[in-house]
């Protein structure tokens, strides 16, 4: 655990890093209690690196394209994550599908948020899936990420209406908003010491989740 007893966080991403920025603000708010001790991108143009140095957040960058398969790019994530010895890693947008050598190495410790109400809509295009299928309601899942793609125990849930003039470009920008309340809420909840994984299940408060918790 890092100096002074608090938790600290990995932040994994690809892109924009809007999910990033959430945990910047909360942080800087003293809203959450967590230290985010880097920041690592598979992307060196990230525009989430430049968002974590305005924070003063170190980064890292492993570009996949440099090692010739996933377990070998997932040691060096190993190797340059245990650096900086975190307690948490949080996959915000990395858009790398993980081995064993990464997940197994930070069993219980990885939290992942994906864009639908899993077990529905794994994968990719979940908005439109969503709209085709003529769901009410959409939204966004907080879990810990195991070695099935979307399919660790889930944690967190927000949902949003699906409104008849949807498309998945409006109903994803919704769903954007509610993960950036969720995701530092599911972190929270760690860095307080109150939710685990156990016995391949998310514990909350020394109970069994069995349904994640709602948010509206």
């Known amino acids: 655990m890092a100096a002074g007893n608090k938790v600290s966080a990995a932040v994994l991403i690809s892109g924009s890093g809007t999910n990033l920025q959430s945990f910047i603000d909360k942080v800087a708010s003293g809203t959450l209690d967590l230290g985010l001790a880097v920041v690592l991108s598979n992307k060196p143009g990230a525009a989430g690196l430049e968002r974590a140095r305005q924070a003063g957040i170190p980064v890292e960058c492993v570009q996949h394209g440099d090692y010739p398969d996933r377990e070998s790019f997932d040691t060096a994530l190993v190797d340059t994550l245990d650096r900086y010895v975190p307690d948490l890693i949080v996959l915000a947008g990395f858009m790398r599908i993980l081995t064993p050598v990464f997940i197994d190495h930070f069993a219980g410790r990885i939290f992942n948020i994906h864009p639908s109400l899993l077990p529905k809509y794994p994968g990719l295009d979940t908005h439109q899936r969503a709209i085709d299928a003529g769901d009410q309601w959409a939204g966004s899942t907080v ?74």
């Open 143 to 216: 879990h810990f990420a195991t070695e099935e793609l979307d399919g660790g125990p889930p944690i967190i849930q927000g949902r949003v209406p699906v409104l008849p003039d949807d498309t998945a470009d409006t109903l994803a920008a919704r769903v954007l908003a509610v993960e950036h309340r969720i995701y530092p809420e599911a972190a929270a909840l760690f860095a307080a010491g109150r939710l685990r994984y156990r016995d391949g299940g998310a514990w909350l408060d020394g109970e069994r989740l069995d349904q994640p918790i709602q948010y509206e």
